[in-house]
């Protein structure tokens, strides 16, 4: 059975409840948890008397936002529900749930269930909060914000000082960037422009996926042209809502012009409205109108490419970019004639970005998958699809599953690279793959190589490579592409972190941290930041410092591993000591790496280098820090060590 008759409320996303009757019960419990987290539940219940059932369901199934479907040992011999989950995968919209851990049907075991069987009944709880991820992601919405709980003024809980505390620092961080007081030293020259997204103007919310999508497809288009420089898609994103003027905009973003625009979508028609800005007077340089067919996507999109690159006076020479919209310039670009499989590459794109959840990563995945299969010559599906797994195995990946997960991403991968030779994103892709799945620093370089040659414009691209270059001893090189990378990218917190992490893999500690800072003034909450300033202040001798930054590092296990170490060199064997036992009992062998730096530091050499073999043995990512990593500085001497250096490419 399921759910339908609407009880929505205006600008809350929609969910179709299917369940069997004999878990209806359950199905309650569950609706009532999800309307209190933000969502709109529809189910068969609420049926108004007198309704036609049938064509009720069918007519809910449609308009829904999201098929939420409840795997139990009666519904998935349900006909009903086997219907109503078919219906929700063929619209793309699928977010299955198993009750008590029931493997779902034949047919639906690639998609992500979210488990609720240890599930005590709270709104707030992670298996919801997981489902309202889920929801968000297939309908290409922000995750929805529940009805804060409501607290009497008495008995204000240390809980709701904090969060208040994190809001203030969230507000000072953005204040202290919007003033330039974490500006680079690097400027961008005449021919500078940011994209910003582009306004949806198809009177559907749902349709957010496809204007940014064509957005950043248009950015990534002008940053192929190497005269040009373009802001990554990360800092433009930050002026989202235009709540400054343009002038403003462009000065904090130190860009010399705007390209700004709106998406109309009806059918199969799109009207796209691009305008040129000067980023000094706020005035419009060049504005145009274009009405296509979304058959002459990626036609339009090297039109306006090409348009305001004359407009900047930095044309291409004809040898560096073929003719517009010519079938040599979508080959190119590996791009699709397929309106099926830029519309799914475009929702994958969406909620890739999002990175909410193994939910979300899955359902970008299926998206990706969709467009492969819509187009097998899409070449930047290939390289999404590569990115994407590659995703799924660092974050949610088990042992046992990661050379699978890494052999099928850098198939995907290399299949891009047949397709559009010169696609720098595949290259890019496929190096950090092979250096971080595969653990073969060798076989890397050559693509990371080719991703720098044909990247330049890219900050991502720029990025990986300049961290590749840092871990395989290549200092000058790592410098020179992340400065650039900061320079196309200023506003981005994780690109600042990275240039730490660059300056702490060259071993300049005090230089590492001032990065990392200015990447934690625009986002408080970034994972791994606290833990690499603790890291470079425990190499300082700095032991007070560092373990206060370890021990507000929001991503337990590097938080833990720190703490385990500086304990025991302030002389605290206890503490120490129960971080440690903290860190294997919650992460076990998903940490060897972070282990073995802690025995190493330790003075237990022959137990961290079991660690590290062991890790070697299983795929652990963490080794890509082995070469230059201060904390296994204890192990250097060691012929094993050596060895193992030699088996993961290092030279």
Known sequence: MSG???????????????????????????????????????????????????????????????????????????????????????????????????LPPLGFRQYHSVDVSGWHGRSDAPEIVAIARGVAAVAGRAAPQPAPPRVAPSKLSRRGLLIGGAGGLIAAGLYAWQRGLFATRWQLNDNSVAVLPFKNLSGDPNQEYFSDGLSEELRATLARNLKLQVMAQASAAKFRARSDDAVTIASKLAVAYLLDGTVRRSGDVVRITADLIDGKSGFSRWSQTFDRSMHDIFAVQSEIATTVAAALAATMAPDEQPGVGSADALAAAGGTRSVEAYDAYLRGRALYELSADETSERSALAQFDAAIAADPNFAPAHAARARSLTAIANQYGKVGQFEQLYAAAIDSAQRAIAVAPDLADAYSTLGFTLFQGRLDARAARVPFERSRELGA??????????????????????????????????????????????????????????????????????????????????????????????????????????????????????SARAAFDALVASEGDRVLYQQAQVLAQWGEPDAALERLQRARQIGDSGLIYARNDPLLDPLRGRPEFRRLLQSLGFA
Not at 70 to 95: C, M, N, Q, Y
Not at 542 to 559: C, N, Q, T
Request: aromatic content about 6%.
């Open 4 to 102: 339908t008759t609407e009880r929505g409320i205006e600008g809350r996303a929609t969910v179709f409840l299917s369940y069997a009757r004999a878990d209806q019960a359950a199905a309650r419990k569950l609706a009532d948890a999800l309307e209190e987290s933000g969502l709109s539940v529809w189910w068969d219940t609420l049926i108004e008397g007198g309704a036609a059932f049938a064509k009720t369901i069918e007519a809910s199934l449609e308009r829904c936002d999201a098929v939420v479907v409840i795997w139990s040992p009666t519904s998935v011999v349900s006909d009903w529900v086997l219907d109503e989950a078919a219906r929700g995968r063929e619209l793309r919209k699928l977010v299955p749930v198993t009750l008590d851990g029931t």
């Open 457 to 574: 414009g890219e900050a991502t691209v720029l990025a990986r490579y300049a961290q590749f270059s840092a871990r395989t001893g290549r200092d000058q090189e790592a410098v020179e592409s992340m400065q650039r990378a900061l320079v196309l990218d200023r506003l981005n917190p994780l690109i600042h972190r990275a240039a730490g992490a660059v300056e702490y893999a060259a071993r300049r500690y005090a230089d590492s941290i001032r990065p990392v800072r200015e990447g934690l003034a625009m986002n408080p909450r970034m994972s791994r930041a606290h833990a690499a300033i603790g890291d470079a202040l425990l190499m300082l001798g700095r032991y007070g410092e560092a373990l206060a930054e370890y021990k507000v590092e929001p991503s337990g296990d590097f938080g833990l591993t720190g703490v385990a170490i500086v304990e025991r060199k302030r002389g605290n064997a206890k």
